[in-house]
Structure formats: structure tokens, C-alpha cells
């Protein structure tokens, strides 16, 4: 069973130095424009590709994960508090669930 | 001497404890999403048959959701390790380019130590949420605390996934799925509204990761090397349109 606690600890370094890298040696100073302009693009870029398609399997049926994110890209558009969008688009996924 | 003290304790109110009740504040969402999926984490490790500490210290110290999934099925499967391992790497290399664009967000000063502890929460929530936060700096403080919520609650429901097996029901359990997806919406929506560019990489980027996903040609893509080419190229066609970044086409 060792194995398997170097198999984890494995996981943790190969997760972790990613993770650190940037951080330790990429800084606001001396960064290309370019580069810059690109870094700040990057957060929407990662929303959007984790939301579509994945959105579609998070229920394990694809009509109650439409009515969860329609719920919540309507209560989102409303500028409602970020806890409210989350319960709502559960709740509409859960009720669509309930009744088909 | 009462004012000053008055002052010291201001001071010291919007230079930590204020950043940190922000941080716990925004990371709510994040922990109600991450309970649930680490229950089912917790539940699938101990049907797999892995060991509950080694279930336990995954969540401890690797902390990276798909990730943790893939192993422990690799693990039931018998792989290589070599290959676990590898497999994990390329899930998670996505973080470099989050970490990397999160460097632009913290104050040049802030110390390495820091740094060591912000590296070590980063995950498509917790950089997410940190990223669309209107301060063009942001505290490690308020980073911190918010990376450190996510990882109790994770880790909490890991515990409970294995220890108290499923206290939900099952259709609950299934819609809750969809809890970080309409967090990430909630999120993402009211920036579309505001900026063009903004719109034009997200649109780039889900069309990107959609045609790797349904075509056959991509079909033995993970996840992960999708979302990182997905990502790139949406952030650089953006960068290329748009030089002057999110705020682009106010300033034209």
C-alpha cells in the first residue's frame, strides 16, 4: 500500500508546481503588453470552456441541466447576489427533475 | 494615545481582518458548490475500494476536483502510477495559465511565503472568483481566506462522503451538480454585459472547446488539454482584436 501514497503524493507535486511557478516568477514589472492583454483575457476564456459543454452532463440529464443554467443565466442577467443564481439554478433543475 | 489606538485598529481592520471577511464571503458559493461533489468523492473512493486515508490525503494535498476522480478510478483500474500521475499533470497544467494571469492581480511586494500558500488553493472556482473581483489588486488576505474555505469545505465533505456515506438524496445529490456551473454563469453574465471584448472570448472559447468536444478528430482529448486550448486560443484571438484589453472597445 505504499504505492499508493506515493501515487497521491505524485498527484500533489505534478497539481502543485503548476500552480506555483507563475506565481513565483511572472510580476506586474516588465511583462510585454502583449502578454499582459492576453493574461487578462484568460479568466473569461477558462469560464467560458468550463461552462460549455460540461453544463449540459452536471445533472446526468441533459433537459433539467438546460432549465438549471436558463434559470441561472436569467437570475445572473438580473444582477442577483451570486448565492441566489446557485439556488436557483439548482432549484430549477431539481424541480424540472421532479416533474418529468 | 486612545486615537492612535483608535487609528492602529482601523488600520489593521482594512489591512487584513476586512480582506478576509471578503474572501469567506465570496468563497460561500464555491464551499456550497464543493460539499456536495466531495460527498460523492468521498462515496466513490470507498466503492472503488481505495483506502479511506488515501482518499483522505488526496483531498489534503492534492485539492483538484477532476483530477481526484480520474485518479482514484486509475488507481481501481491497477494503472501505472507513472500514468496517474502524468494524467493528473496534464488535467491540472490549466492552472499555470490561471496562476499565471492571477500574478497580475497581486502586488509585486507581496513575499514569496504568500505566494507558496496562494499557489496551493488555486482551482477553476477559487481562481474564477478571485479574478472577477473588481479591485485591480487583491489582498493575499483576501485570496487566502478565500482559497482556505474551499478547501475546508472540501475536504469536509470528503470526510463525510466516506465516513457518513450519502445523507442526500439521490436526485438532490444529481441536481446539485449543477451548483458550480451556475455560479461560474453567475459570475460570467454580468461581465458580458459591460464589455464587448469581454463577450467576444467567451463566445470564441466555447465555440473552441464545442468543436473539440463533438468532433471525432478531438475525441481523445481530455478535458484538460481542451479547456488550456480552448482557452489560448480564445485569449489570444481577444488579445489580437482588442490590444487594449477587457475595457478595449470604451477606449476606441
Known amino acids: ?100 | 494615545m486612545e486615537n492612535s489606538k483608535v487609528n492602529f485598529n482601523q488600520d489593521r481592520f482594512s489591512a487584513y481582518l476586512k480582506p478576509c471577511s471578503q474572501g469567506l464571503k465570496a468563497s460561500v458559493p464555491i464551499a456550497v458548490g464543493y460539499i456536495p461533489i466531495a460527498i460523492t468523492f468521498g462515496l466513490v473512493a470507498k466503492s472503488s475500494g481505495i483506502p479511506d486515508h488515501i482518499a483522505l490525503l488526496m483531498s489534503f494535498i492534492v485539492f483538484a476536483g477532476a483530477s481526484q476522480f480520474v485518479g482514484v478510478n486509475l488507481i481501481a483500474l491497477g494503472t501505472n502510477p507513472w500514468e496517474i500521475i502524468l494524467t493528473t499533470f496534464i488535467l491540472n497544467l490549466r492552472h499555470f495559465l490561471m496562476t499565471a494571469s492571477l500574478s497580475l492581480r497581486i502586488d509585486p511586494s507581496v513575499s514569496r511565503t504568500w505566494r507558496f500558500l496562494i499557489a496551493f488553493g488555486v482551482t477553476d472556482e477559487t481562481f474564477t472568483v478571485a479574478s472577477l473581483q473588481k479591485d485591480k489588486t487583491l489582498s493575499p488576505f483576501f485570496i487566502t481566506s478565500l482559497n482556505m474555505l474551499a478547501f475546508l469545505a472540501w475536504n469536509a465533505g470528503t470526510w463525510a462522503g466516506i465516513f457518513l456515506a450519502s445523507g442526500l438524496p439521490a436526485s438532490l445529490q444529481a441536481s446539485m451538480g449543477i451548483a458550480l456551473y451556475a455560479m461560474f454563469i453567475g459570475l460570467l453574465v454580468p461581465s458580458l454585459k459591460e464589455s464587448r471584448p469581454i463577450l467576444l472570448v467567451v463566445l470564441i472559447s466555447i465555440a473552441i472547446n464545442s468543436v473539440l468536444f463533438w468532433i471525432p478528430l478531438s475525441a481523445g482529448l481530455s478535458a484538460g488539454w481542451r479547456i488550456i486550448l480552448s482557452t489560448v486560443l480564445a485569449a489570444l484571438t481577444a488579445a489580437m482584436i482588442f490590444p487594449a484589453g477587457i475595457g478595449g472597445d470604451k477606449n476606441e
Not at chain 1, 507563475?22 to 461552462?51: C, E, H, S, W, Y
Not at chain 1, 453544463?55 to 441533459?62: A, D, M, P, Q, V
Not at chain 1, 443554467?69 to 439554478?89: E, Q
Open chain 1, 1 to 100: 500500500m505504499n504505492e499508493l501514497l506515493l501515487i497521491v503524493i505524485g498527484m500533489a507535486l505534478v497539481t502543485y508546481i503548476p500552480r506555483l511557478i507563475p506565481l513565483l516568477i511572472l510580476g506586474d514589472k516588465n511583462m510585454p503588453r502583449f502578454l499582459g492583454t492576453f493574461l487578462q483575457f484568460v479568466p473569461f476564456a477558462v469560464l467560458g470552456a468550463l461552462i460549455f459543454p460540461g453544463i449540459l452532463s452536471s445533472t446526468g440529464e441533459i433537459s433539467s441541466a438546460v432549465a438549471g443554467a436558463m434559470a441561472a443565466v436569467l437570475l445572473a442577467w438580473m444582477r442577483l447576489n451570486i448565492m441566489l443564481v446557485v439556488l436557483g439554478g439548482i432549484g430549477a433543475a431539481f424541480i424540472w427533475a421532479l416533474i418529468l
